[in-house]
T-cell receptor
């Protein structure tokens, strides 16, 4: 079974509007971390936001917020006030287990976001 | 913050030759480095986990004799694609965890785009 599922291969959003990118995950480990990364055409992975499984509040980083619904195992990314520079691939990822240097990230299939002027 | 330097960023090589990709942690010690491969318009797939001073752990389906990983020091991990063929053409990217990294700790190299002709 897929550990990280992103059901939207591509999304369009009008500039200045908000957009939600979906992510669901599957783990039986009570300790895990959820991440969102942006990957522009250059290929670099840009960290956006992190949510720990024990965090009580939803994470926010500037225009990015994470809608963490633990019971539903979803961790959707909300981008407010979209900008043209937000056009890129977006990946949801999960680390299972605690904060250990040896725990790798598992990535979802990605969503390509295109911001329309 | 934690920085991982990856070189080269792009390489074109002839079939049958070997290519070495380096990832250096510039301002922290990386006991573990992760190597990912990404096909065009696809997600990142973990190839192997590189451990300083010991053998790498390869994911199922990854040929360890083809993708040689060496992690001889706390700041350097290398991936050598041996006897490269056109099907090895891909984007390769490394990652390491550090307390000095972004929240959650993972820092990525800038990636290497390999083209085998």
């Amino acid at each position: 079974a897929q550990k990280i599922t992103q059901t939207q291969p591509g999304m369009f959003v009008q500039e200045k509007e908000a957009v939600t990118l979906d992510c669901t995950y599957d783990t039986s480990d009570p300790s895990y971390g959820l991440f969102w990364y942006k990957q522009p055409s250059s290929g670099e992975m840009i960290f956006l936001i992190y949510q720990g499984s024990y965090d009580q509040q939803n994470a926010t980083e500037g225009r990015y917020s994470l809608n963490f619904q633990k019971a539903r195992k979803s961790a959707n990314l909300v981008i407010s006030a979209s900008q043209l520079g937000d056009s890129a691939m977006y990946f949801c990822a999960m680390r299972e287990g605690g904060n250990n240097a040896g725990n790798m990230l598992t990535f979802g299939g990605g969503t390509r976001l295109m911001v329309k002027p | 913050g934690a920085v991982v330097s990856q070189h080269p960023s792009r390489v074109i090589c002839k079939s049958g030759t070997s290519v070495k990709i380096e990832c250096r942690s510039l301002d922290f010690q990386a006991t573990t480095m992760f190597w990912y491969r990404q096909f065009p318009k696809k997600s990142l797939m973990l190839m192997a986990t590189s451990n300083e001073g010991s053998k790498a752990t390869y994911e199922q389906g990854v040929e360890k004799d083809k993708f040689l990983i060496n992690h001889a020091s706390l700041t350097l991990s290398t991936l050598t694609v041996t006897s490269a063929h056109p099907e090895d053409s891909s984007f390769y990217i490394c990652s390491a965890r550090s307390e000095r990294g972004p929240k959650g700790g993972y820092t990525f190299g800038s990636g290497t785009r390999l083209t085998v002709v």
